[in-house]
């Protein structure tokens, strides 16, 4: 079975940069999709964006232009380059990960976007 750990939210001033690492363990190669989701809070959980093993990248409206997102196969690794931060960034970024037909996530990390 994978598992999916977070790295890498904190406190940041608006137009700042942070950059969420996910580090899986386990049969790492049975994952074809990866990616990020968030949840603000009072809402529902939606699409950051998402990686295939093949590096073919899709992302959400709100954040193309700003975030970047990469994957490592050898280090069992997923990064998402957050740039330009604004305030309606702030939630709770889960990582997630695609294994077959379900659906692994991570415990969740932190970005507040504040000043």
């Known amino acids: 079975q994978v598992q999916l750990v977070e790295s890498g939210g904190g406190l940041v001033q608006p137009g700042g940069s942070l950059r969420l690492s996910c580090a899986a363990s386990?049969?790492?190669?049975?994952?074809?999709?990866m990616g990020w989701y968030r949840q603000a809070p009072g809402k529902g959980r939606d699409l950051v964006a998402l990686?295939?093993?093949?590096?073919?990248?899709n992302y959400a409206d709100s954040v193309k232009g700003r975030f970047t997102i990469s994957r490592d196969n050898a280090k069992k690794t997923v990064h998402l380059q957050m740039n330009s931060l604004k305030p309606d960034d702030t939630a709770v970024y889960y990582c997630?990960?695609?294994?077959?037909?379900?659906?692994?996530w991570g415990q969740g990390t932190q970005v507040t976007v504040s000043s």
């Open positions: 997630y990960g695609r294994q077959d037909s379900t659906n692994i």
């Open positions: 386990g049969s790492f190669w049975t994952i074809n999709t």
């Open positions: 990686i295939t093993r093949d590096g073919i990248t």
